[in-house]
């Protein structure tokens, strides 16, 4: 059994607040001794990809102190336990089950009394038979028209991931020939958002999938009557148009009103389910299930370096040490997420859900109250957007803000234009490259103004292009790190009570059960 | 002359330190003293809305001390400067003059040796004529045919400001009989980026718009050449399509490359430039002139509030004092912007360049080094979605992060659903004042993993409805609320140095002239 202990505790953690300082990130970096580093610091990761770390506030000797940390807290043997089917989510008495919607990293794991590889493998053929049959226009509208848009509905881990994984293949799948249907989402409670989304498609056309795990979460049961409502006034059959993604006991699970239902369970976090059948039936109508196969094969690949023990062949638990390093020994309180890469747009902000929600913790796994700080604040935008946007408080900010770059040497559409002798491609690889180093080292300047002071320390992930099996893999690495952090952390970072006081106190408001603060805010919203 | 000094030498500055930790928000919010300090704490705002602030960490005595601070740093005098055309812009030598694009809020201002205010309107005039000859037809592509599209190229401030006002009030337009064209973006040098929306679009019914101040943006000209590349594989004239919003002296002032240029100058920043030629053109184009000229409208009624001396009756400068005390004297480092409300759904991502570009630096105006935290990271997504996501950390994190929430009585669209017992937006109202009680008050639970301690202070600013004219109050609000923490921490919010270095090492690695780490991430990324 894995000895759960709060990070404090470890003497590695202590020799690690010992080095605060002695990397000079800025000096470290000059001249050939950087170059170094950028080349001897790389882990590899998977479909093609690589994890830098040269301009980290790292050294030998820091980093041997994280494999040392890496190893008292037992962090492989934590994961695993949780791949072989322990109860890794103490606070809801769960099992943490999502890697084994693509891969078997360790023994079978049998719930419920039923082994849960085959039972999400089986959702996978499930669903993949379906999108084959709408693709081939077997199952179609009333009038048998094949469908061409399909819109989730869900919101939080149904939506972010989902949303940004479709993002980031939209375009390599049309140039690939692999696109099949438009997706869409409606996530908001507001109105605004579903009579917007609805406004621009054509409903006689289109396939709703309903995504909610426990088949009660009020959004989206408030937009699927939303949809039902649409369809009804096209004078169209809503159960003729609708899927559910949710889970065997819901009350969605055997309801007439969808053409059929897809499963996931209660093993898999609504943050961590874009490679279960949340994503899955949306991914693989939307680019087919072949596609859907190559973003979980990408997966599986990258989760099976997370058993490794050494840091060095195990990137996400590098990953993982760096940012606590960061958080707990050097004090930053944020990490920037900046992907070169506009298909990548709304893949900070998932990783913000998975990342915020997961490890925004106070207490550790046993209920009692860290004294050292947890999860940082996610956010990013991707470059080089954000460079005329946010990073002028990056570079000379009075906060050092640590990133995480990511960049691809291939565009994915394949369509460029030379100007001043470069692509397009070669000024956005150029410019993340630059920013590495303008972050790092800086540059004197006798006009303070001018000045950079450097000492700002990166990341890059590097990969070929962004593939299916590359987004697979980023994906897991960011997982994998989240999970590695929570166990250096001592919290559960599959649970997420910090959402439900909100809940409870806005079904007060429409039940006008209020008094004092609460009945004002309620009376100046005309609630 | 307003005197110009560093926060740390005003007197009210360390009588404000003094107060920390002396209003305890949980308590504070609870029962009906709770209920008074929401009645009280509000100011009155543009377009009938107003700025709640009961929920922040503030009582009588320390409003009392903000209105000192406020007064010795001469707030309102250094404004009164400002748009009287002091140079503000220190670094640069430039004036500010963004608010007179949208009023005279003082003398009449020559620069240049013609009257701002009229060069600024006599612009609006011209593309209010263009855009009517184009709705019209009169204006038409090769073929005589209407233009249906508007593609805005630029970055940054060219992009943020104009992308986050369109999807404020297409919906809001569709509704109420203004929407003219659909609007798209191309931002990222990306080639992804541009591919994308160009495969999106009509291209021989597109007019496209070139937005650069200096006309040698790279990635603006990058993506212009990629346009005239697509224009004209599809047979087309690309001077028919394009139209150029520029300053006077820019090389593509007079070019007969374009349909016709529109013009701001050196004394409106990209960032504040939203209510110039910069957004006047895509906005007057996509809801018509007249759409255009509402916004402005709010905007001019929320600036005349930012001219008040009293800081209840001058909401951007108390949100400013506010703001600073959190980051000055509570120590946070972050500040949430989270709108109730889908159609602002990237006005966080527009605020964020706002802000963290203007007051993301770490000297002071005279470029000496200032020993005081300036601006904050800001980030945010809208509600409810936030709520399924980075909340958890918001509640139960180990770090506070002020919040400054959006909300609206009434939606855009109109159309809404009655579901258990309530509507859509009612939901998403009673969501957004279950929020701030439960952010301030907490709830104790003898589980500490369902405990929440409260004390996380927010402000709402709640409206009626977003219509331009509340759009524009709201821009405005931000605006000078980022403009008044900047004259507070005595830095120039109008320059962005930080960002130079980065491009001059992006233009090495594309010449090769590289040497060192520079050279190996140049190699990795195969540039």
Request: with cysteine; aromatic share 8%; glycine share 10%.
């Amino acid at each position: 059994m894995a000895n759960w202990k709060n990070l404090d505790t470890y003497a590695a953690y202590k020799e690690l607040q010992g080095t605060k300082g002695t990397v000079k990130i800025a000096e470290a970096m000059a001249g050939e001794a950087g170059a170094a580093r950028v080349q001897k610091y790389s882990a590899k990761m998977a479909a093609d990809m690589a994890f830098n770390y040269g301009a980290k506030e790292v050294d030998d000797a820091i980093l041997a102190s994280m494999q040392k940390l890496a190893d008292e807290a037992g962090l492989t043997e934590k994961f695993e336990e949780l791949y072989n089917g322990a109860v890794i989510n103490s606070g809801e008495k769960r099992l943490v089950l999502h890697q084994l919607t693509r891969g078997q990293l360790g023994k079978d794991v049998v719930a419920d009394g039923i082994n849960k590889r085959e039972f999400y493998v089986n959702q996978q053929d499930r669903i993949a038979d379906f999108a084959k049959r709408v693709h081939a226009g077997e199952i179609a509208n009333g009038k048998g028209e094949k469908f061409t848009t399909v819109v989730q509905i869900g919101i939080g881990g149904s939506d972010l991931g989902p949303r940004a994984m479709y993002l980031a293949l939209e375009n390599w799948a049309k140039k690939n020939g692999a696109f099949k249907m438009e997706a869409k989402f409606i996530s908001n409670v507001d109105p605004d958002d579903a009579a917007a989304v609805l406004a621009s498609i054509d409903v006689a056309h289109s396939l709703f999938i309903l995504v909610s795990k426990s088949g009660t979460t009020l959004e989206t049961l408030t937009n699927e009557s939303f949809v039902k409502d649409a369809l009804k006034k096209a004078g169209l059959d809503a159960s003729k148009h609708m899927i559910a993604v949710t889970s065997e006991t819901s009350p969605l699970a055997k309801s007439s009103d969808y053409l059929a239902a897809f499963f996931m369970d209660d093993y898999i976090g609504g943050r961590f389910s874009s490679t279960s059948a949340v994503g899955g039936a949306v991914l693989s109508l939307a680019f087919g299930p072949d596609v859907f196969a190559r973003f979980l094969a990408g997966a599986a690949e990258e989760d099976k370096l997370s058993k490794n023990t050494s840091i060095f062949e195990n990137p996400a638990m590098l990953d993982a040490l760096i940012g606590v390093y960061e958080r707990n020994v050097l004090g930053y309180t944020a990490t920037a997420v900046l992907p070169y890469s506009q298909a990548l747009s709304r893949f900070p902000a998932h990783l913000q859900q998975a990342d915020m929600e997961s490890n925004g913790k106070s207490v550790n796994r046993f209920g009692e109250p860290v004294s050292y700080v947890t999860g940082p604040l996610i956010f990013g935008e991707p470059g080089t957007n954000g460079q005329h946007s946010f990073y002028q408080l990056l570079h000379q900010g009075t906060d050092i803000v640590p990133i995480q770059f990511i960049g691809f040497k291939e565009s994915q559409c394949g369509v460029d234009v030379d100007i001043q002798g470069s692509t397009s491609q070669q000024k956005l690889c150029a410019n993340v490259a630059a920013q590495i180093v303008a972050f790092a080292c800086g540059k004197k300047d006798e006009n303070a103004n001018k000045n950079f002071a450097g000492g700002r320390p990166s990341s890059i992930i590097i990969g070929k292009q962004l593939t299916p099996e590359a987004l697979g893999a980023l994906l897991s690495h960011f997982e994998n790190k989240i999970m590695f952090q929570g166990f250096l952390w001592n919290v559960n970072s599959f649970d997420q009570e910090g959402v439900q006081l909100g809940k409870v106190l806005a079904k007060k408001v429409l039940a006008h059960e209020t008094d004092g603060a609460l009945r004002c805010y309620s009376d100046l919203l005309n609630i």
